[in-house]
């Protein structure tokens, strides 16, 4: 029993070492294999990347539609990119001709020249942008009202205050005195939005004589969808459209990474931003009282005017930032938004949960004094807003 018990034993000796020389061949086989595999997989991620490698970024920038425009585009042909961006700025000086308020013999112009006369022939461009711009003025039950032509001439709010607005030269203070309530309270008729009529698919007519059409609030929108819609077209997925403060991101970076947008903190001029916000396929416009105002008396008075009053409005809004694809509705709402206020605007966003917008407002009397911004977010963004200084209050509504 014991002899058949070391056989036994020994039998099992021997098989198991056969087995473990079969297992041997099979672990080098295994790390052969492995190996193959490793390799394999290597050379895969080298072809991968192969052609992020060949990619090129083309960017570009220049004066059009009386802003500084930034636009960089990355794919596979250098001289094609070079080509769109090419055919975006001569799109953009395009626009510029028949979408300017004040450049003799565009369509606006033109449009503006003939209120009380006769109906004028427009492009399909001019006639798209109006209509979108009477839509958005019937969104936002007349927040954004493309027909403020008047007040911003009679108020000449364009630019930025330049230092004579403080001097005491006599022709200084006389450029920058206040409308008198007579000559403000006389345009108002002229801003009301039956006076536009459109005649598909190409007329565009202004029916009482003195009436115009100022849409400074959303050509750059529209602008920035249609070469969005061109880069597309020409097969470019992935460009980042700066029209001004109207920027567009075409795709996401070449790596797939969302773009980093920074949102301007509304009370340091050409500082750090006060939020980062990623975003991919999506324009991200955004309004505030910083961009053009006046300084009267020491009074602060924005570029942006109430209809109703037509006064420049004055509320705790410093800046409004819209989120959504269409470029053309989100510079409308931006405007609109500074009009409305933070209550009106957060209610509007509240009842279309489709939009995305950041909004900072002002607590305090001193409008300069950096602390008490609170900035207000609509909850879709959470998790892709980021606050530069977290101590910065951030709510989510």
Known sequence: MKAEKTGETAGSTRTNGAEADRKGDGRRRLWAGTFLVLIVAALLVLRGRQPLERHHTVARSGVSMNTTIHISATGGDKRELEDVLGEAFSLLDNLNGQLSLFQEGSALYRINEAAGVEPIRVSPDVFSVIEDAREACALTDGAFNPLVGPLTKLWRINRQTPPEAESTDLHARMR??????????????????????????????????????????????????????????????????????????????????????????????????????????????????????????????????????????????????????????????????????????????????????????????????????????????????????????????
């Not at 005195?177 to 000559?183: E, G, I, Q, T, Y």
């Not at 061109?230 to 795709?251: C, K, M, P, Q, T």
């Not at 961009?291 to 570029?303: A, Q």
């Not at 800046?319 to 510079?331: I, K, R, W, Y």
């Open 176 to 397: 920058f005195r206040l409308p008198d309530a007579a000559s403000i309270d006389a345009l108002l008729p002229l801003t009301r939005t039956e006076n536009l009529e459109m005649y598909g698919p190409d007329r565009v007519y202004l029916r009482q004589k003195g009436c115009m059409l100022d849409l400074g609030g959303i050509a750059k929108g529209y602008a920035s969808l249609r070469l969005a819609d061109l880069f597309r077209e020409r097969g470019i997925a992935s460009a980042l459209l700066d029209l001004g403060g109207n920027i567009y991101a075409v795709g996401a970076q070449p790596d797939g990474a969302p773009w980093r947008i920074g949102i301007r903190n509304p009370l340091e001029s050409g500082g750090a931003p006060i939020a980062i916000l990623s975003a991919a396929d999506t324009a991200v416009v955004t309004s505030g009282t910083y961009e053009r105002f006046k300084i009267i008396d020491g009074v602060r008075y924005s570029h942006f005017f109430d209809p109703t009053t037509g006064y420049p409005v004055r509320n705790a809004l410093l800046s409004a930032t819209v989120v959504t694809p269409d470029g053309t509705l989100a510079d409308a709402l931006a405007t609109a938004f500074m009009v409305m206020g933070p209550e009106r605007s957060t209610k509007f966003l509240k009842d279309r949960p489709e939009l995305g917008a950041i909004l900072i407002l002002k607590e305090g009397e001193d409008e300069s004094d950096p602390k008490g911004l609170v900035v207000l977010a609509s909850r879709n963004l959470e998790g892709r807003l980021r606050m530069r200084d977290p101590s910065t209050p951030l709510q989510f509504f």
